[in-house]
């Protein structure tokens, strides 16, 4: 089992910056893969970062590369997305997400999401 809670969420101007930050306990935090997804209002669901448990991989949605960094501090059980040149299309509850101890790339485990809104 793994539990996972962001902090970080809040409001921003456009082209302000905001970093999120995911604390995970249960699993051994370097065991496994991490990932950031958010949930616009009246939308699904979409991905936007992972990284590997060693955090030398990452992947990005096409939306934020170039924008958002993330990275991991295996010491602290810490994910981080930084997010800088935030756009009001940024606006959604992102939630750190932890990979299936038995399925490659699926994310078993959710935290509660962090609020990001972000105004033109």
């Known amino acids: 089992q793994v539990q996972l809670v962001e902090s970080g969420g809040g409001l921003v101007q456009a082209g302000g910056s905001l970093r999120l930050a995911c604390v995970a306990s249960?699993?051994?935090?370097?065991?496994?893969?991490l990932g950031w997804f958010r949930q616009a209002p009246g939308k699904e669901r979409e991905f936007v970062a992972t990284i590997n448990w060693s955090g030398v991989s990452t992947t990005y949605a096409d939306s934020v590369k170039g924008r958002f960094t993330i990275s991991r501090d295996n010491a602290k059980n810490t994910v981080y997305l930084q997010m800088n040149s935030l756009k009001p299309e940024d606006t959604a509850v992102y939630y750190c997400?932890?990979?299936?101890?038995?399925?490659?790339?699926?994310?078993?485990?959710w935290g509660q999401g962090t609020q990001v809104t972000v105004s033109s």
């Open positions: 249960g699993r051994t935090f370097s065991t496994y893969a």
């Open positions: 997400a932890g990979e299936s101890a038995f399925v490659a790339n699926r994310y078993d485990y």
